[in-house]
């Protein structure tokens, strides 16, 4: 099969509703997808959401969550296309896939992990599933919210931990990393409906793709970040002095299990690249380079990625679980380097950490004040899903999903408003 006649050989099973729909008009199903993520207010929401700094710092020049998701879907939609994906798919499981996370980023989403630890958890992957198909209403039948109602095969796209909480702690438990699982235990019937006939625990490819284009995006985007915010400095990544240092720094962040050696080696192919720089000003040659610099790297990544996984699985026709994305060591062990280099000189920064701890904070008193005064202060779709709550659990977990989909902008005005009494 061709790359082009790929495109087609979605099954009418993929592309299922769980509330099944007739439409008059010819666009085909993957594109109405992208376009109800696209209209949704979830998405309107990342633009003031924390991807590494706050839009609430000041900073112009660098990404929010909306600005990251965009670029994760720009290099998922060309890497998709090169496997013979439909791209609207891919770009729509790239353009969800932060739909969860709440204000504050990573650091925000450990304030509500925790206030919630008691009614199964909080977790950005899940939330976004559990946003699409029941938060998000586009469609509601006889009372019952089915979200966005996305086919089964975007629905699929999006699961980058395809497994529920028991499972997360055992993996979790197995490798000593961070607890991730793709959905809360009130989500299991539509999780389920999605997953019919998929491998256990396994990703499709589309899932895949949209993993591997976050962490390019990631990598690379916020390495530039760093870079213009001057918490990265060239200079000190070309000191020989600083490198075992670094290493180590970059081991510590990620968790990696890529040998010292291996990410040495990583730095080094990436300072051989003509583009790199080994000092930073900004001036208009130095902006312009950077910016050459990442569209370096992506091409880079992603040509590695589609030829060593063409290579294993040949022209044919790749789409969902007929094959899986390959990586190649070399290409792994550059992306590691890149997020970790972010993860020691900008999240680890000492200067941020008071700024960090007072977010946590801000929200864990929200989240006590938000369940201590009941509905009141609710947005009215949140107020009936309190209503419908069966238990204070079910209310719980209203609580959270009010104070997730917030802004970093409206935590601090609800905050200041609810809490502070301002």
Known sequence: MTHASALHGYTPFDRERLSPETHISRRGDFER?????????????????????????GIDFVRNRLTHSLEVAQVGRELGRSLGLDPNL????CLAHDFGHPPFGHNGEMALAEWAVHIGGFEGNAQTFRLL??????RMVAGTSYGLNLTRATLDATAKYPWGLAEGVRRADATGGPLKYGVYEDD??????????????????EAQVMDLSD?????????EDGIVERYVDPAVLGDPASLDGVIRGVIVWTGTRIAPDALHEALARLQAMPLWLDAWSETREHLARLKDLTSELIGRFCRSVTEATRAAHGDGDLLRYRADVVLPEDTAAEITLLKGIVGMFIMSADTLQPYYERQRELLAELLDALWASGDTHLEPAFREW???????????????????TLTDVSAGAWHKRIVAGA
Do not use: M, N
């Not at 891919?90 to 499981?93: E, F, G, K, R, T």
């Open 33 to 57: 997808d992208r376009g109800r993520i696209i209209h949704s207010s979830a998405l309107r929401r990342l633009s003031a959401k924390t991807a590494v700094f706050s839009p609430t710092a």
């Open 90 to 93: 891919v770009d729509s499981a």
């Open 133 to 138: 198909t029941r938060l998000e209403t586009k």
């Open 188 to 205: 299991l019937p539509a999780f389920e409906w999605v997953r019919e006939g998929a491998p256990a625990d396994r990703r499709c490819i």
């Open 215 to 223: 962490d390019i995006a990631y990598s690379v985007h916020d390495f």
């Open 386 to 404: 309190w209503a419908d709550a069966a238990d204070d659990r079910q209310r719980r977990r209203v609580i959270v999903d009010q104070v997730a």
